[in-house]
């Protein structure tokens, strides 16, 4: 039973253009959701996160938006740059009292960023 | 800060053989977590500790698989024996009290 579901295996977007990437997920008790970003050989690095009482978190030319109602989260890189090239993992958890508990990992988004 | 350091990052041995894969998380998290990624999954949890003690295992298959954290900081993720369905990067990931997880490069298991 997949909880977190990245329907998109691979996305080509070219240079300076926005990137959207969309992550589903089926557990209504997930309140905090993370995106990591992973390039090949090397463990997944964290991006940005939001919790479930916010609709929109911003960092940089990074954005993820929560739309709890429908159990839909997306990223959006704004411009695109070809080091933004990797594979981008979603990830949902529940939360007490300030800590994460495990993370449920989607299957991954290959991003590729054409010059 | 030193990031979260694995050893081996590569590993081929034949089914039923047993292998051993170090962690050593980043100094004063003492959360410890090994995940198993699948080539076209996501990391999938297969324990986790606090500090010593392990507070989630629930999808460590116990009958092959043992992991253990002496001393609250290195961690050794064991498989015994391995079965050709192991082949897997396994990832160590370590975090500050539970919030943001910070991962390891990975070892990457073959087995033939």
């Known amino acids: 039973d997949q909880q977190v579901k990245q329907n998109s295996p691979s996305l080509s977007v070219q240079e300076g253009r926005i990137s959207i990437l969309n992550c589903d997920y089926t557990?209504?008790?997930?309140?905090?959701f993370l995106w990591y970003k992973k390039y090949p050989a090397e463990g997944p690095t964290f991006l940005i996160s939001?919790?479930?009482?916010?609709d929109k978190n911003e960092d940089g030319r990074f954005t993820v938006f929560l739309n709890k109602s429908a159990k839909h989260l997306s990223l959006h890189i704004v411009p695109s740059q070809p080091g933004d090239s990797a594979v981008y993992f979603c990830?949902?958890?529940?939360?007490?009292?300030?800590?994460?508990?495990?993370?449920?990992f989607g299957t991954g988004t290959l991003l590729a960023v054409q010059p | 800060e030193a990031g979260v350091a694995q050893s081996p990052r590569y590993k081929i041995i034949e089914k039923r053989q047993s292998v051993a894969f170090w962690c050593n998380p980043i100094?004063?998290?003492?959360?410890l977590y090994w995940y198993q990624q699948i080539l076209g999954q996501g990391p999938k949890l297969l324990i986790q500790?606090?500090?010593?003690?392990?507070?989630?295992d629930s999808q460590l298959p116990k009958d092959r698989f043992s992991a253990e954290r002496l001393k609250g900081v290195d961690s050794t993720l064991k498989i015994q024996p391995a079965k050709l369905e192991d082949s897997a990067v396994y990832l160590c990931?370590?975090?500050?009290?539970?919030?943001?997880?910070?991962f390891g490069p990975g070892t990457r298991l073959t087995v033939t």
């Open positions: 990830a949902a958890s529940t939360r007490h009292g300030g800590a994460t508990n495990k993370l449920i």
């Open positions: 939001i919790s479930s009482i916010k």
């Open positions: 500790f606090q500090n010593n003690g392990v507070v989630d």
């Open positions: 100094s004063g998290h003492a959360t």
């Open positions: 557990n209504s008790m997930f309140d905090y």
């Open positions: 990931a370590s975090s500050l009290q539970g919030t943001e997880q910070y």
